[in-house]
């Protein structure tokens, strides 16, 4: 799928060898590349791509992407290189150990940032938890923010949120409201106009 280094590749097997070169069309990743490794296609330090990547297993990229790295399965992301770009699993987890810059997260469970975040919103259906670097807004069902988090930006959580000692953060914090769902049911009574009484409405059981 991806074009590999010629001479650096010699003495590698399949699932060792790195990416290179620049790619301009989508990269699809799929879940029967993931089964190499165990479920998770991992690119390699070294590699540069750039351009959008899809995935349908999970990823681990060790290497540099100029790119959005999307999955419309419960994909897991786990960045240990750098991203420049958007990150969106619909039902799966993102960790950045390394970095992602100029870009969002949106993820169906959790996010973890141990690295740095230097982009715009982090949104997750599950938990925030930051001990790393951030600049931007976190928003989440519970936010939790370690000994090493330093940063700014904004927080919005909807059940709960901790800062450990140590914390260096300037933040805006709010609660967010859960979104209201509009039940229709019977009444318990019903309602008729009375022929004696015009223009005067009795409750009949």
Do not use: W
Request: aromatic share 2%.
């Amino acid at each position: 799928m991806f074009k590999k280094r010629g001479a650096e590749s010699e003495g590698m097997n399949d699932e060792e060898q790195n990416v290179s070169g620049i790619r301009e069309q989508p990269v699809e990743i799929t879940q029967e590349e993931g089964k190499k490794s165990n479920g998770v296609n991992k690119i390699l330090r070294g590699s540069k791509l750039s351009g959008n990547i899809n995935v349908t297993c999970d990823l681990e990229l060790s290497g540099d992407v100029e790119g959005n790295i999307i999955s419309e399965q419960d994909s897991s992301i786990v960045i240990k290189g750098s991203c420049t770009g958007n990150i969106e699993t619909k039902g799966g987890n993102v960790v950045i150990d390394g970095k992602l810059s100029k870009g969002n997260i949106i993820a169906g469970r959790d996010v973890t940032i141990s690295g740095k975040f230097d982009g715009g919103e982090i949104r997750a259906g599950g938990r925030v938890y930051i001990n790393g670097e951030f600049n931007g807004k976190l928003e989440g069902h519970d936010i939790e923010l370690g000994e090493k988090a330093h940063g700014k930006g904004e927080i919005s959580y909807m059940e709960t949120i901790s800062i450990a000692k140590g914390a260096k953060i300037e933040v805006q914090i709010s609660r967010g409201q859960k979104e209201l769902k509009l039940v229709k049911s019977e009444p318990d009574h019903k309602t008729v106009a009375s022929k004696k009484d015009e223009g005067t409405i009795k409750a009949v059981k």
